[in-house]
């Protein structure tokens, strides 16, 4: 069999497995904000720290011009995913004598990634990659933002509609009242992105590489039924009610948007780039860089009144450049830097509601959900350092560590949406080991800690103290073929 059959067949395998990623709601996951820490096992038992020092076919996820320096390959992986993560308000400021506090169920996620390489001649390479990002994934055990109001609605905070805020999207017809039940809190989001790529070798020194992204992604959300008066049907429906300072009730038969909340798997399709390099500059010191432009993502039609730009939610832009250093041919250490535009994507960027001395209300220059510059995450653009070690102990085991540093991309007064997507993490250690069985075989094994993180909003929109909690531990598992 010819290496252009092998390959097909890999292919082949390969496209199955990206189909049946994108039916696994579960393939979503945070670490550095929206983004995987690495792709791939043996990058992710690195840190992540692999765009000057490509470890697999895993590469097009990181730097397109890495897929001419590992050799024909295919990389499978499957990662595990143990998020915990729990949000409470404080209810104890307005008088009563509990908080309300709740933990996320969903605490494991499975995530599958592939990649193949196939040299086409001596300078040409051409690859496939497979990956998964996301950070937008909780299933509540009960609804906080329900209770929280209840709770202030009791003691004379908030109720029958003032200040913004109101169950409508499941609550019968004329039946609104101060103690909402918009159901089951929480959100389930999966992105997936075929990456193929083309690896130039100019000379023995440089290689330049590049990847158009595709990307398909769904999105559901459940019980933002609070939210409706920020959204512009809600507000228009009912604006002596939903202006800040409103003294409600809402109007009876009020059903408010039906774009918002409670609408099922929506689907989005999208398009982007990414550009990259690869040099030695001297024997044993490898530099790259890469750029991945944002990804152009389809709007998610029954979300529209949910999501800024009428339900649009690209992947933000990126940039990741590192040094590889060789100091003897069985060690290579590695250091990364990246920096990613969170705040180029207005869902993800524009912040989110704010407290007044009326009630909740809109930031200045930010609009109603769904508006063209409407109301967001509040998420910040963040730095991320990245350190990696590879030690070959011999010809069948390979040893590999890392750490990695970021910025928090949710500020401190952002915390109140974000019980939605609690991407707090910014410190993570990881270790893993490789093993070869046989010449063209390797097992891989790699784990991931992401520190526990806690974050605090002294006053939320809602005028209490909000928080939420967040750590992860990750264990993965790979198989490589060379052929």
């Known amino acids: 069999m010819n290496k252009l059959n092998v390959f097909s067949r890999q292919f082949y395998i390969y496209f199955l497995l990206t189909v049946m990623s994108v039916m696994l709601g579960s393939a979503a996951h945070a670490t550095v904000g929206y983004f995987a820490l690495g792709y791939g096992a043996k990058s992710n038992s690195m840190a992540g720290a692999t765009v000057a020092a490509p470890q697999d ?46 933990d996320s169920k969903k605490t494991w996620l499975f995530i599958p990634g592939a990649g193949a390489t196939y040299q086409v001649n001596d300078d040409l390479w051409l690859g496939f990659t497979f990956y998964a990002n996301g950070g937008l994934n909780t299933d509540y055990s009960s609804n906080l933002y329900d209770q929280s109001i209840a709770v202030l609605g009791a003691f004379g905070q908030a109720g029958g509609g003032a200040n913004g805020f109101e169950a409508a999207s499941n609550v019968p017809s004329g039946t609104v009242t101060g103690s909402p039940d918009t159901g089951q809190l929480g959100v389930d989001f999966a992105q997936v992105v075929l990456a193929p790529t083309l690896s130039y070798k100019v000379d023995s020194k440089l290689t330049l590489g590049l990847s158009p992204l595709l990307a398909a992604q769904r999105f559901q959300a ?71 432009s944002k990804i152009y993502m389809s709007k998610f039609s029954d979300y529209r009144d949910l999501f800024a730009e009428s339900g649009r939610l690209d992947a933000p832009s990126h940039f990741q450049v590192g040094i590889s250093v060789k100091p003897i041919d069985s060690l290579q250490l590695t250091f990364d830097y990246q920096r990613i535009f969170y705040s180029d994507v207005k869902s993800i960027g524009n912040s989110g509601p704010i407290a007044s001395a009326t009630g909740p209300t809109l930031p200045a220059g930010v609009g109603l959900l769904g508006a063209n510059n409407g109301l967001g995450f509040g998420w910040n653009d963040i730095n991320i350092f990245r350190i990696g070690l590879s030690c070959q102990v011999n010809d069948q085991i390979a040893l590999r560590a890392g750490y990695s540093w970021n910025d928090d991309p949710i500020p401190n007064n952002q915390v109140l949406l974000n019980i939605l997507a609690p991407a707090t993490i910014t410190r993570h250690a990881t270790a893993g080991i490789s093993y070869s069985p046989a010449t063209n075989h390797q097992l891989h094994l790699t784990y991931e800690h992401a520190f526990h993180e806690n974050q605090k909003q002294q006053v939320s929109a809602f005028g209490i103290p909000v928080s939420t909690s967040m750590y992860q531990q990750t264990v993965q598992v790979g198989y490589t073929f060379q052929y």
């Open 57 to 102: 076919a895993m590469a097009g996820a990181v730097n397109p011009a890495g897929m001419a320096w590992v050799g024909e390959r295919v990389d499978l992986s499957l990662k595990a995913f143990h998020p915990k993560r729990d949000a409470e308000f404080d209810t104890r400021v307005v008088g009563a004598q509990f908080t309300v506090e709740s």
């Open 222 to 292: 459940r019980g933002l039924g609070n939210f409706q008066c920020f959204t512009t049907t809600g507000f228009s429906q009912n604006q002596a009610a939903c202006s800040p300072g409103g003294a409600g009730p809402l109007t009876p038969g009020f059903q408010g948007s039906g774009n918002l909340t409670d609408n099922g798997h929506n689907w989005s399709y999208g398009i982007g780039v990414r550009v990259g390099f690869l040099a030695e500059i001297i024997p044993q010191v490898q530099i790259g860089g890469a750029y991945s």
